[in-house]
Nanobody, 118 residues
Framework: VQLQASGGGLVQAGGSLRLSCAASGSVFRINSMGWYRQAPGKQRELVASITMVATNYANSVKGRFTISRDTAKSTVYLQMNSLKPEDTAVYYC??????????????WGQGTLVTVSS
């Protein structure tokens, strides 16, 4: 499985961005997908994930970010609204093969940088 992330960029606080992550290869193996982020000097953290039946969000992004999935296109999206400077980070998409996992980590995409200016 290969994951290709896109959509990062520079945005002002309060603005929006949408990240996309397209999977290719043995996509039939994928059960869950998610987005992580890593800010400078901090550990990577799970931002949001989606399984076949549920979504999961970090408390810091609830109400502002929405994860969605287009199974036909093997693509997961992260709509990010009301962005804050503390959302600045490299965002990584990931996929998992175990059904129901809320922290997919079997496959990783390259990171995409999101910078939120104040």
């Amino acid at each position: 499985v290969q994951l290709q992330a896109s959509g990062g960029g520079l945005v002002q606080a309060g603005g929006s961005l949408r990240l996309s992550c397209a999977a290719s290869g043995s996509v039939f193996r994928i059960n869950s997908m998610g987005w992580y982020r890593q800010a400078p000097g901090k550990q990577r953290e799970l931002v949001a994930s989606i399984t076949m039946v549920a979504t999961n969000y970090a408390n810091s992004v609830k109400g502002r970010f929405t994860i969605s999935r287009d199974t036909a296109k093997s693509t997961v999206y992260l709509q990010m609204n009301s962005l804050k400077p503390e959302d600045t980070a490299v965002y990584y998409c990931a996929a998992g093969v175990v059904a129901g996992t809320v922290a997919p980590s079997d496959y990783w995409g390259q990171g995409t940088l999101v910078t939120v200016s104040s």
